[in-house]
């Protein structure tokens, strides 16, 4: 089953007023997926705006509080209703502006570049320790987040990430 995760673009206020419990797709232009953490975010933030993979892949302390620290949780609706601190979400996460303005900008080879280069890290490696045999569908995900972030580009509004177990 996994985790889904739905990447979506809104205004601050928008996602802060929105009733996010089911998911934004019918809100708010969303592109859905699974299993895009906030582990695999942090590392597609540090892979297309340059910020030192080596580290991160070599140091899970330095990667989680990167990750931590770029991709912000904004909103635990679980607990906002009343769930406590152990909620199963849904969680609701803020895309950096650096990675938004970055996706927004990547021509059809970059994609192809960083999807490659993302689909190689270890944040793709399965419970078993295997990597992904094909990665065509990493490397579209990647094209079609690029164009959600033209579009929060253009609009001028946020990119988020919906999480739910």
């Known amino acids: 089953m996994g985790i889904l995760t739905d990447a979506f673009v809104a205004t601050e206020a928008q996602m802060h007023a929105a009733d996010l419990a089911m998911g934004p797709d019918t809100l708010f232009p969303t592109l859905q997926s699974k299993n895009i953490d906030d582990l695999k975010l942090a590392m597609l933030d540090a892979l297309v705006t340059r910020r030192g993979v080596a580290d991160l892949e070599h140091d899970p302390e330095i990667f989680v509080a990167y990750s931590q620290k770029r991709i912000a949780l904004v909103r635990d609706i679980g607990r906002e209703r009343g769930m406590g601190d152990e909620s199963e979400g849904p ?10 303005l ?54 001028q509004k946020t990119m988020y990430m919906w999480m739910s177990l």
Request: net charge negative; proline share 3%.
């Open 91 to 100: 969680w609701i996460s803020r895309f950096p502006d650096t990675l938004v």
């Open 102 to 155: 970055r996706l927004a900008e990547l021509s059809s080879d970059d994609i192809t570049h960083y999807g490659t280069a993302w689909s190689a890290s270890e944040v793709w490696r399965d419970h078993r320790g295997h990597m992904p045999d094909d990665i065509s569908g990493i490397i579209e995900y990647l094209r079609d987040l690029c164009r959600l972030a033209r579009l929060a580009v253009t609009e």
